[in-house]
């Protein structure tokens, strides 16, 4: 069975619905900060898998002509309580806005991105929009089966 592979955002030809369109440099800026804040204490193919979800997001708003966790990458990534490491209150939340790409995993973190911005990322959740480290019980999980445990992180594909 091949993997699944993401799919690009569309690009000036077709432009994006909704009220954000972020540029791909600004894509790829955010991305990356995320699977930084995110996941940058786990491995790569955990920062992939993390990649993954906000790209999945990203389709899924594509296809529906607009969901409610934005249209974009920078859309879905900053939006509030989706992913805590943007929410203004995050204990890391100064070293995600300086961080730079003398930063190892940042640099790391920059390349993931870059590839799924691309569309060039397999999917190693099977289509997962949702996600939260292993040992935290948040209430939308409750009755949803994970379809993927990378490093710390577990993944579902099944919440609407």
């Excluded at 930084?36 to 204490?41: I, N």
């Excluded at 993390?50 to 296809?63: F, K, L, S, T």
């Excluded at 691309?118 to 948040?138: I, K, M, V, Y």
Aim: hydrophobic share 40%; aromatic share 6%; with cysteine.
């Amino acid at each position: 069975m091949r993997p699944r592979v993401l799919k690009p955002e569309p690009g000036p030809a077709a432009p994006p619905r909704g009220p954000s369109a972020d540029t791909p440099g600004q894509a790829i800026d955010t991305l990356a900060r995320t699977l930084w804040g995110e996941a940058g204490g786990e491995s790569v193919r955990a920062m992939e898998a993390v990649a993954a979800v906000v790209m999945n997001r990203v389709g899924q708003a594509r296809d529906q002509g607009g969901w409610w966790w934005g249209n974009d990458v920078a859309a879905v990534c900053r939006l509030p309580g989706q992913f805590p490491c943007w929410d203004p209150d995050a204990p890391g939340r100064l070293g995600l806005l300086s961080v730079t790409a003398a930063d190892p995993v940042f640099a790391a973190a920059r390349r993931i991105a870059r590839r799924a911005v691309a569309g060039l990322l397999d999917d190693p959740t099977g289509g997962a929009t949702h996600l939260h480290r292993a040992g935290e019980n948040p209430q939308w999980a409750q009755g949803r089966s994970v379809c993927a445990e990378i490093g710390g992180i577990q993944f579902y594909n099944d919440v609407e």
